[in-house]
């Protein structure tokens, strides 16, 4: 397609999630994201994103969970497949970093076609990737 479709890009998920706080924290002290965002929209609501240090990818919108189906989707956005993929350009340097953040892994580092991935658990459950592409030769 040309015209308009060139100029779009995804730049935020929604991420429902338990405590505004506790996900910052999570996703800033063990992932290693920024807080990008933090804008209090009264009524206790707020828009906070959080996004890689590095500022590529989309960022995170966390939004907590606001009532009782919101609540039940916490944890569980994808009905237990991976949700999200952390892409790195060293797989062996992040993985490591990460267990030593206390982040969860499912499994342990596989070898694919593809590249180097392992699943992980984000403070809720939500399943993600770290993922490194296999590099084209």
């Known amino acids: 397609m040309t015209g308009f479709a060139n100029h779009r890009r ?80 060293d797989f062996a340097r992040d993985h490591r970093a990460m267990l030593d953040k206390g982040v969860g892994f499912r499994e342990a580092p596989r070898f694919e076609p593809y590249g180097t991935v392992a699943v992980f658990a984000d403070l809720y459950g939500n399943l993600w990737d770290l993922f490194e592409p296999k590099r084209q030769v």
Not at 18 to 39: M, P, Q
Not at 50 to 61: D, S
């Open 10 to 89: 995804v730049a935020t998920v929604a991420l429902v999630v338990g405590s505004y706080d506790e996900a910052i924290a999570w996703y800033v002290e063990r992932l290693g994201f920024l807080l990008t965002e933090d804008v209090d929209l009264g009524g206790g609501k707020r828009w906070v994103t959080v996004a890689p240090a590095n500022g590529q990818g989309a960022r995170l919108l966390l939004a907590e969970a606001d009532g009782e189906a919101q609540e039940k989707s916490i944890g569980n956005q994808t009905g237990g497949r991976v949700f999200l993929f952390l892409e790195t350009d």
